[in-house]
């Protein structure tokens, strides 16, 4: 968990290099309680302590510096479904707004208390649940939007080009205002008719952005934030500061949904034992919500599963499997990482995956306000690791807006978890017909007990020298 993270070398302005502020040294044992004591006699002082708290946090929860590899020019990149190849400045920076459209959501520090602590920050234990949110914020960006939407302020922001990072932490973003429309706290609901995958994008898009911001803030009232995904973690025997795995947020995120009225025509589905159930998912799409006065006529699903990919550690045999998950056009991405480091896997190129990162510490942004900065909440830095060095456990997610999508992606699924050029004859889950067996939720499996004891152990490759990305 105390591990390297994004976003210093992350965004490149000469301003935004003069504005870093991580956290430091003088606070280090009291870091994210509200008790700490903070000296404000001046200015000078105040300058001084949060250059030493930038130093702390940089030591801590910064990236670290290694040397760099490269995009590979020659071969397609998968993000999200999306294909991308890099033979001209068009294509590159096509890929660049894709990746920078996507939500990302990091450690932060200094928001509200955490309901019956004194905790305001989750450096160092929330790493888990911020991979579970980016999930989640691309299934809602798919559900609200659809799966081609962009964020118009993307390509505003400074692309890194993948020279030699020579600091410790990514330079922060340079500040800029957002171009969509100001609106003021979303209280109504979202119905999927407000969007079409044909319409060019319009203003009620940006504030359908900013809304998926809000629910997720870091506030006691936002229905998918941290406070609320503590609160919920409590029925599973979880408590701020533990460590939360990739199976446990699931039905986390599944709770969290049931309890909300914000998006009534979006359910979660979390698979048992690695076995994905038809007709419970097909339940889920047609049940009328209890929530709200209105028939649903038909329901969106997010199917969450968790596995085991191997014993200690990653079975290389799934490799191909894993990257024609990536491929597909329904998959939100993967909730896993390296071991206690966790990751949002959205796409990969060649025998590397490319991830966003939740390992940086950031201030906490207020998002009640109708123009709050949306700067910090997307990423311009790409990174990557071999896929050899995923952790095994981990949870695939994929979208289904209605029955015939979930039909499709059912077909889809069979067809690569049963490739006869499969080299792992255990698929990494299976799809069944008809309604699991009654259970309660305190009785779900650890992940442990989802790999198979026969499974085929390989010699992991040689760990490559870099997580970082360059032009060639």
Request: glycine share 6%.
């Amino acid at each position: 968990m105390n591990s390297v993270s994004p976003s210093a070398t992350q965004y490149g302005s000469p301003e935004g290099r003069r504005r870093r502020n991580l956290s430091g040294l003088h606070d280090a044992p009291q870091m994210g309680y509200q008790g700490a004591g903070r000296d404000v006699a001046t200015d000078e002082v105040d300058k001084l302590k949060s250059k030493l708290l930038t130093a702390w946090h940089s030591v801590k929860y910064g990236w670290t510096v290694k040397m760099k590899t490269n995009f590979n020019r020659s071969t397609p990149l998968y993000l999200l479904g999306k294909r991308y190849f890099f033979r001209n400045e068009d294509e590159i920076e096509q890929f660049q707004q894709d990746f920078v459209s996507r939500v990302w959501l990091t450690y932060r520090r200094d928001f509200p208390a955490l309901e019956g602590t004194q905790l305001t920050t989750d450096c160092g234990w929330g790493c888990m649940i911020r991979s579970a949110q980016m999930m989640f914020a691309q299934a809602l960006l798919m559900h609200l939007l659809h799966r081609d939407w962009l964020w118009p302020e993307a390509l505003d922001i400074i692309f890194v080009e993948m020279d030699p990072i020579r600091s410790s932490s990514p330079p922060t973003l340079n500040s800029f205002s957002s171009t969509a429309s100001p609106t003021s706290h979303s209280r109504h609901l979202y119905s999927r008719t407000a969007s079409c995958p044909s319409r060019p994008q319009v203003p009620h898009q940006g504030h359908i952005h900013r809304d998926i911001l809000r629910w997720l803030s870091d506030r006691p009232d936002a229905p998918f934030g941290l406070h609320h995904m503590v609160k919920l973690g409590r029925s599973f025997g979880k408590k701020a500061g533990d460590w939360y795995g990739p199976s446990i947020v699931a039905h986390i995120l599944r709770k969290a949904l049931e309890s909300s009225p914000q998006v009534p025509e979006l359910s979660v589905y979390v698979s048992q034992d690695c076995t994905v159930y038809r007709a419970d998912v097909e339940q889920l799409l047609d049940t009328v919500d209890p929530r709200v006065d209105t028939t649903i006529a038909g329901r969106a699903v997010i199917i969450l599963i968790p596995v085991r990919l191997g014993g200690e550690n990653f079975n290389p045999v799934y490799k191909q499997c894993i990257k024609e998950f990536l491929q597909m056009p329904s998959c939100l991405g993967i909730i896993g990482g390296k071991p206690k480091h966790s990751l949002y896997f959205i796409g990969y190129q060649d025998n590397h995956l490319l991830y966003l990162d939740p390992h940086y510490s950031q201030t906490y942004v207020d998002t009640r306000t109708d123009d709050f900065p949306l700067d910090t909440f997307h990423c311009n830095s790409p990174r990557k690791m071999s896929i050899v060095k995923m952790d095994p456990s981990c949870t695939i997610a994929f979208y289904a807006r209605n029955r015939a999508d979930f039909g499709a992606l059912c077909d889809h699924l069979t067809k690569v978890l049963s490739s006869p050029s499969a080299e792992e004859k255990y698929p990494v889950f299976s799809i069944s017909e008809g309604h699991a067996q009654e259970f309660h939720v305190s009785e779900v499996l650890p992940l442990s007990a989802y790999a198979p004891a026969h499974r085929k152990r390989s010699t992991l490759a040689q760990r490559p020298s870099s997580d970082e990305f360059e032009f060639l």
